[in-house]
Nanobody
């Protein structure tokens, strides 16, 4: 059974930082590109970032320069370091396995003063 479990969300003031984690099981993690996506209140899913099995990265323009994606294949985990957070970053954040419909239950990030 494929599982993806996100953690690390919370409430933070504008300009603050959070580090999200996603631990996976049930598939060969090192073979897959992993995504972070988010869903803000009342909006659709928005792609945030991906990292390939070889470590190549890409980011949405809205987070470029502020967010950093990384992975640890030994731990079957993918991470999202989020700095200089803005209120518009408020959303539920999900990790997902590219090319499949698999994603976790999400972790809430709220940026507010």
């Amino acid at each position: 059974e494929v599982q993806l479990v996100e953690s690390g969300g919370g409430m933070v003031q504008p300009g603050g930082s959070l580090r999200l984690s996603c631990v996976t099981s049930g598939f060969t993690f090192s073979n897959y590109t992993m995504n972070w996506v988010r869903q803000a209140p009342g909006k659709g899913l928005e792609w945030v970032s991906y990292i390939t099995s070889f470590g190549a990265r890409n980011y949405a323009d809205s987070v470029k320069g502020r967010f950093t994606i990384s992975r640890d294949n030994a731990k079957r985990a993918v991470y999202l370091q989020m700095n200089s957070l803005k209120p518009e970053d408020t959303a539920v954040y999900y990790c997902s396995r590219r090319g499949t419909g698999d994603r976790g239950q999400g972790t809430q990030v709220t940026v507010s003063s």
